[in-house]
């Protein structure tokens, strides 16, 4: 059949097409769209400068959007820069990346604006999310309890992750779900948003607890 096919091309002065060797760079369900994968949809919460931005970039396997803006001086009254002095810009509307864990299992990263003046938008960037990892940082703990609130309200399942700064002080997980009044099935691990597998444990985290959260 293929000769007679690309006899008649040649016929008509046509090149016939040629079917491309299989891409070995490639996901399998890129290739096969009888094993399409899972599209979840996963929120990134947090305070001001608690690393939202800096996770999604850690393990985004695309290049991520970010919509960081500077900072000006309009923004010295609202924006706390005590734990985070040499910070010069701020996501103004979200950060998004996507990372494959698996052939079937897709994550599509939101993050969230931190600022209280950015909160009108979270409604429309969690619906159709499975969970949210809710960024803490030990030196400005108070600043990470608006989201706990916000996810607890609406039943989003969520982590929480300890992203620990250089100089900030080490605490075990326990004494920072105390200090949050978490409750005991809520996973809380401690995370380094620099670094990627620490950074995809933390998602493998959420999306377990997602799952153990779901009704049967």
């Known amino acids: 059949m293929d000769s007679v096919v690309s006899d008649a091309a040649s016929s008509f002065g046509v090149t016939p097409l040629v079917a491309p060797e299989p891409d070995e760079t490639l996901q399998p369900w890129q290739t096969d769209r009888t094993r399409a994968p899972i599209a979840t949809k996963i929120v990134v919460a947090g305070g001001f400068g608690v690393g939202k931005t800096t996770l999604v970039g850690t393990v985004s396997e695309i290049e991520p959007l970010q919509t960081e803006a500077l900072m000006t001086e309009a923004s010295e009254e609202t924006d706390d820069l005590t734990g985070t002095p040499e910070k010069t810009t701020t996501t103004v509307a979200m950060d998004y990346g996507r990372l494959t864990l698996d052939d079937d299992l897709v994550l599509y990263l939101f993050g969230t604006p931190g600022q ?101």
């Open 116 to 216: 209280q003046r950015f909160w009108f938008m979270w409604d429309d960037l969690v619906r159709g999310a499975i969970g949210a990892v809710v960024l803490a940082d030990t030196r400005r703990l108070k600043d990470c309890f608006p989201a706990l609130d916000y996810f607890e309200s609406c039943g989003l399942p969520y982590v929480v992750a300890v992203n620990h700064f250089t100089g900030s002080e080490l605490f075990e997980p326990d004494d920072v779900r105390e200090a949050l009044t978490i409750p005991p099935h809520i996973p809380v691990m401690i995370m380094d948003a620099r670094r990627r597998i620490s950074v995809i444990e933390t998602l493998l985290a959420l999306v377990g607890h997602a799952l153990d959260e779901t009704p049967e």
